[in-house]
Every structure is written in structure tokens, then in C-alpha cells.
């Protein structure tokens, strides 16, 4: 509160007067009530399940680090082997280029690994955003 | 009455009880409404302010931090709305001419004299909140009207306490110059 020494010392208090509150107008609360009804039965649960989204993000990165260190060299190579002869075997619709002289570069495996794991988690932050974009 | 505080309410809508918010609204609209009222200046607009602000606060109540008063927390979603508003919406400056001249104006058929006169000076405090910038209109409002320390204030609008105690100076004074002015002009028209 105010100190009352002030209170009376100051002259705008002459003519403001607390006790004339606007008040809101008669259906303020329903109209409210309307308007959250409107759009917010998945407000509280979105929000819950928009919390989670960070949590499922860093899970699958620490699983794509895992496997990519925990699958044997050789398994390895084999997806690598399997992806770019998928990619090579690309050749619909689009002109047929010679990949080949591109994919014999050498470079150091890690490359490959970073390479899948940028693609995977990119789809995955593609499938996130559609679910949860659904569900607002 | 069985009187239940702010916090219990929020729990029961954190818990997916949506219609406790009615009873939150209930107990803050006058005052929502008032403070977006003196900001803005228009009832149309104070509504559609305050609604919003409502809106906003149910929206980010999982935010809300239960320690500090939920009053507050809903004065600053309404004080910062009713700014950025009304810096959007910037209205031209009202002349001296456009008030009414004396309370007689504010006799209606239904009003004594004493209420006419109360009435005359409710509306020449909104004249002059209209004549000075949004923000004063903040802190006036929260300072004379909800009665509000420089503490709550800063709390609710961020500006530090000193800083407040200048408006405020600074605030009070343009207001009362521009009552000045309409009194004078008052007894002006009476000559």
C-alpha cells in the first residue's frame, strides 16, 4: 500500500479515486470461456506432448551414435555398400549421372557415418515436426 | 463461501480441469479490465485487451511459477498486451476542446449533483491519461488505482524501482498540468 503521509500530501489523489474501477462488462467470463474452449482442449496436453520433443530428439541421436559405434566395422561397410548401390541404382526420371567417380573418393568413414546421421535425423526432424504440427 | 485461493484453481486446470479458469477469470476481470482500460482508453478495445490477456495467461500457465502471486504474473500479460497495442495503434492527440467543459455535462436524468461531479472528475482523470504516453498510463493506473508499491510495480513491469519513482514524478505532473488546464478552461467558459 501506500504510505499515508503521500497519500495525502499528493493532489492527483483529489481526483483519482480507486473505488471508480472500470468493471468488465456483463459475459466477460463466458466470453473467455468460449474463446479457451475454442482452442484449447489440446493446449495443456500438446504442451505436454510438445515438451517431449527434445527428449525423443536427443534419445534417437544417442542411439545413432551408439549404433554407429557399436556395429562391427564390417556390418558397416556392408550398409554403406547396400546405400550406395542404392543411391547408384537411382535412375528414374532424372538424368543418369556417373556417380561412381564421385563415391571413389576416398575419405575417412567417419564421413559416411555423419552423412547418414545428418540424413536420418533430418527425416526424423521432418516426421516430429509433422506429428506434432498435427497435433496443435 | 467457500473461498479457494489462485493456486488451487491453477493445479485443478493443470490437472485438465479447463472450467476452474472460470473461476480465475471471475476474480481478476475487473482489474484486468480496468488496468488495459487505462492504457488504451476505449472499452471496446479494453475488452478484446483484456480477453486476450486471459487467453495468453492460460496458455502459458505451465510457466506460471506458483511461489510468486498469480495477481502479478496476470498484471504483466495485461500491462505488456495493453502497451504493445496501443504502440501499434498510436491515436492522435487529443485537444483541450475535445472535454467537456464542466460537470453539468455529466448530469444525467437519474444522476444528483455530488455524482455528477464524481463522474466529471473520473473523466478528466481519463483525459489526462489519454494526454500522456502509454506507459505513464501503466504506472498511474497501477499506483493510484490498484494501489500498488513501486515494488509490485517493478515486479509487474520491469522497470526498476527508481527508474519507477521518475515516471511516476514525471507522470503525475504532466497529468496535473493538463487538469490545470481544464480548469482554467472551466472558469474561462463560466465568466
Known amino acids: 500500500m501506500n504510505d499515508k503521509e503521500k497519500y495525502r500530501e499528493d493532489p492527483l489523489r483529489k481526483y483519482i479515486m480507486p473505488d471508480r474501477r472500470e468493471e468488465a462488462p456483463g459475459g466477460f467470463t463466458s466470453k473467455v470461456m468460449t474463446r479457451i474452449g475454442l482452442d484449447t482442449i489440446p493446449v495443456i496436453e500438446s504442451s505436454r506432448k510438445r515438451n517431449l520433443v527434445p527428449y525423443i530428439s536427443v534419445l534417437v541421436t544417442i542411439l545413432l551414435f551408439a549404433t554407429a559405434f557399436l556395429i562391427p566395422r564390417n556390418d558397416t561397410d556392408m550398409f554403406s555398400l547396400t546405400l550406395m548401390s542404392f543411391i547408384k541404382g537411382i535412375n528414374f526420371s532424372i538424368p543418369k549421372m556417373n556417380l561412381s567417380s564421385i563415391f571413389q573418393i576416398s575419405m575417412p568413414a567417419i564421413i559416411t557415418y555423419a552423412f547418414i546421421g545428418i540424413l536420418v535425423l533430418t527425416v526424423f526432424d521432418r516426421a516430429l515436426y509433422g506429428f506434432f504440427k498435427k497435433e496443435k | ?191
Open chain 2, 1 to 191: 463461501m467457500d473461498y479457494k485461493g489462485d493456486i488451487y484453481y491453477i493445479e485443478q486446470i493443470l490437472a485438465g480441469n479447463n472450467n476452474s479458469f472460470s473461476y480465475i477469470v471471475d476474480r481478476h476481470k475487473s482489474k484486468a479490465y480496468n488496468l488495459a482500460f487505462r492504457i488504451c482508453g476505449n472499452h471496446e478495445e479494453a475488452e478484446e485487451l483484456a480477453q486476450d490477456s486471459f487467453l495468453k495467461a492460460y496458455r502459458s500457465l505451465r510457466t506460471f511459477k506458483m511461489k510468486s502471486s498469480f495477481a502479478t504474473w496476470l498484471y504483466r500479460i495485461v500491462y505488456n498486451t495493453s502497451i504493445s497495442h496501443v504502440r501499434i495503434k498510436r491515436k492522435g492527440v487529443l485537444s483541450l476542446e475535445d472535454f467537456p467543459a464542466d460537470a453539468t455535462d455529466f448530469i444525467g436524468t437519474n444522476t444528483t449533483e455530488e455524482e455528477a461531479e464524481q463522474e466529471y472528475r473520473n473523466s478528466l482523470v481519463n483525459f489526462a491519461l489519454q494526454k500522456i504516453n502509454e506507459e505513464e498510463r501503466g504506472l498511474i493506473s497501477l499506483y493510484y488505482y490498484e494501489e500498488m508499491t513501486t515494488d509490485e510495480i517493478s515486479e509487474v513491469t520491469g522497470i526498476t524501482k527508481s527508474n519507477i519513482k521518475v515516471k511516476l514524478f514525471r507522470a503525475r505532473q504532466k497529468m496535473l498540468e493538463i487538469i490545470e488546464k481544464v480548469e482554467k478552461k472551466k472558469l474561462i467558459y463560466h465568466e
